[in-house]
């Protein structure tokens, strides 16, 4: 059982690193993660503030790693041009845009309110 566990774990760790080696989005949102922290931990974000934060960044690298999967999924599945396919990686483009200016609007709302209202 232990075993499965650690195999599990391995296996979620290659999966986190073939997308950071294969996906240049992937890094770039990683690094914008780790600088959105820095800030929640330099300017003292409330407990509140922080998990609105942490959440958005959560949903945002949670669904690039699903664009990944499918985009790889379907080349797979037929690599010559295919509207169909064509279709549903547009579609995933899109499911990373709508969360990425999610997160961007909710970072702004935090960023805002925490300035506005913090004393330093």
Not at 14 to 23: A, I, P, S
Not at 38 to 60: G, H, K, N
Not at 84 to 91: A, C, P, R, V
Request: charged fraction near 15%.
């Amino acid at each position: 059982m232990i075993k499965k566990i650690l195999d599990s774990f391995g296996f979620a760790w290659n999966g986190l690193k073939t997308t950071w080696q294969e996906e240049y989005n992937f890094r770039i949102e990683i690094i914008f993660s780790f600088i959105i922290i820095l800030f929640i931990i330099f300017f003292q974000f409330t407990f509140i503030e922080s998990i609105f934060c942490i959440i958005a960044i959560i949903i945002v690298l949670t669904a690039e790693i699903v664009n990944t999967a499918i985009e790889d999924l379907s080349d797979m599945v037929d690599a010559n041009p295919n509207p169909l396919i064509g279709k549903i990686k547009d579609t995933m483009a899109g499911f990373v845009l709508i969360s990425s200016f999610g997160a961007f609007v909710v970072g702004c709302l935090v960023f805002y309110h925490h300035f506005l209202y913090s004393t330093f």
